[in-house]
């Protein structure tokens, strides 16, 4: 018998196919027969390995009914057709067995990496959570003290310059422990209706204090209203990081980004709010793509990033009981996707949503 797993060319299977129908046919007694027989389930189970689709085992069929009438050619139909058929049935049985085994270890894989990433996410949440704790109270004793020796250092002194730089760390480091809290899903939420539109918009004209003069962000709506069960912070935290990203992504180069929101609708489910977050810059390979959104995970220079930013979103949309995706090609840029239920029905026309648009500095005109 041959092995089942070893790589064939379709030429091969057919000879192989021919060879066990003739077996079939001239089978001297039970045993030969029985062995025809298990070599039609070997040969099932190889076309499975070797990805052949099912349709093409009838092909297979036929063309080694052509050979066997070629080497055979008196060789009569009809006192044939029953033993010729058996090992068809045979092969067809064990192709459907072995493919439906593969699909079952597939999804065996796929629950089991989830699974995986279920288990090493709950366990970097705690440690998150643990650390943010602690870290909040050694930065309490700092700012408290920062406070302190404000009002004892002369108004404009250089102590008070330096120690307003402390503050400075002091509230960048508290805004990362909101971060690593909301990862670790510590913090309260009191979801309430919100108007994602108007809130995006006010969360942009505070992204775009922190973007590059040479990176344009485009706000163009489709819809005039669409409203979300959310807690503000939350939605104020994806656009952020999203636009963060999406900046980096750019970098030192001229760019764009773009957001947009409207109305997605799969089939026979309820309309979804979509927010997307788009830009010009490098883009992902496949390899960083499935590892975008992994706790700490960044391609950024040491130092110059938490990898949080991204696993800060995907749970935020997880708990907004939405759905995020991402496409990127490496030198197309990067979308981002991102699908939340929808509350209401009303919204205004398209046209009624005029596009916010941040003109880089060097483009703006100069007033006379």
Known sequence: MNEPNAPKSPPDFIRRYAELLQGAVFAEDPLAAETALADAADLGRSLVANEIPLEEVGELHHEALVQLAQTHPDLPLSQIADLITAPLME?????????????????????????????RLEAIGTLAAGIAHDFNNILGAILGFSELLNDELPPDSVGQQHLEFIQQASFRARDLIARMLTF??????????????????????????SLPRDVQLDFEPSIGEAWVLAEPSQIQQIVMNLCINAAAAIGSTPGRIQVGIGLHTPASLAPLVRLTVEDDGEGMNQEVRERVFDPFFTTKEPGKGSGLGLSVVHGLVGKLRGSISVSSEPGSGTRFTIDLPRLHQEGKASED????????SSQRETPE
Do not use: K
């Open 91 to 119: 092969a067809y049985m064990a192709y459907s067995l072995a493919f439906r085994e593969q699909l079952e270890r597939q999804s065996e894989e796929i629950v089991n990496a989830r699974l995986e990433q279920s288990r």
């Open 184 to 209: 670790a899903r510590e913090m309260g939420d009191d979801p309430i209706e919100i108007e994602l539109v108007a809130l995006t918009r006010e969360t942009l004209d505070l992204v775009r204090v």
């Open 353 to 360: 949503a005029a596009p916010i648009r941040h003109t880089p």
